[in-house]
């Protein structure tokens, strides 16, 4: 077994431990999911559903609204409508990047019984914890040996959507969070080159301050956006294994680099634009493009937010690991998965296959800025960005992501989301610290 697939079943085993409980990052609210009645349990097979009758209709549930992601989405649409014309699609999108409204909509809808026909959601413990160990599922695994899918997807990848050997959704991508995107602009008429350090990145943004231009942009209307900020300045801190460790519950909250990483956190808080609690993530993302902003760090989504704006990946924008972080590679998947008792069974087979396909993976990745979980898509279509997305997954550390995973247990995430979010304004390192550490152990996600 290669370095890769150790740190990757490492990654796989810590996204699979958990509570059973749902947690609504942005809105702070949790609901606590009890199994439905056990109708709809037969694993699912393309073709010879044991549920309702299939009709013309689909109704999918997405969160992706935003430049790059709706477009990525449209290509997988227009696929479906041509292989399968007769089939009426309804998204019932909810929008809130990183699905920070869309979680708590589908908690309601599945707890209530009335769930849509297939859904988006991270591999990991967001779809096992919360879906699948609570009976809300159906399994996939005859699904993917009837389409010959065992061996065409990573056995890492699949293992992040499986649980007691089933299968329960489909991976459309590989994400990349983590990356610092910056304008090549403003870096070459101000002789700036890409941080690898914070030391680095405070000196660049000194110099761009200087010049009246905002260092880094940042928009966490949604909250996700900051607790994101601070796990790439954890992991450079850290170093991949203990920041694994502390995900995992075994590096504790009251370690000194955590310390180290919430008052670098504020330091570059005084970096960023005044009104970034007012702002998404692609807003921020579009105070780079404007030019208002030399840098922002967030996940690839960003290259799909820069390209369907018409920026040319290289020579309109560059892009680095976040300071201190080069080697790791933080993994975000997006995947489909079948609840049981939808109403349009054998139509939720034909969307999990159109976004499982190659074709569809092909269409869907150059636009979304992710690239194929497939092992077998096409990599020569991609840009010189995906390009290094793909070495890098294939070479470096990868590790998980809390504020796109989330990387332990669900009930971890509200309360530190919530804690950062007070910390980008109070800055208070050391309540910041206590009050994360206290969380990590009353929900259990500290060992
Ligand atoms: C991530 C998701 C991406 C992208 C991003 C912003 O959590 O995995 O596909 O949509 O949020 O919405």
Redesign the pocket.
Known sequence: MTSEMVSLRRLAGLLTVGALVVSACSSGSTATPSAPAASGSTPASAGSSSAPAATSDLEIFT??T?GG?AQGLAAIEDIFAKNYPGIKVTNAVVAG???SNATAVLATRMTGGNPPDTFQI?GGAELIDTWVTTGYMQPLTQFYTDNGWLDKFPKQLLDLVSYNNDIYSVPV?V?RNGVLWFNKKIFTDNNISAPTTWDEFFTAADALKAKGITPLALGDKDK?ESLQLFEDILLSKLGPADYRGIWAGTVPWTDARVTDALTTMAKVMSYVNADHATLT?DQAAGLVLKGTAAMNIM?D?EKGYYTSNGWTPGSDFGWAPAPGTAGSFIV?T?TFGMPKNIKNQASALDWLKTVGSVEGQDAFNPK?G?IPARVDADKSIYDAYSQSAITDFATNELVPSE??GPATIPAFLTPITDAISVFTTDLNVQSAQSTIAAACTSTGACK
Do not use: I, L, T
């Open positions: 969160y992706w935003a992601e990047g990183a699905g991270h991508n994400h996700w993530w996940g989504w975000v997006d979304k992710s504020a796109n």
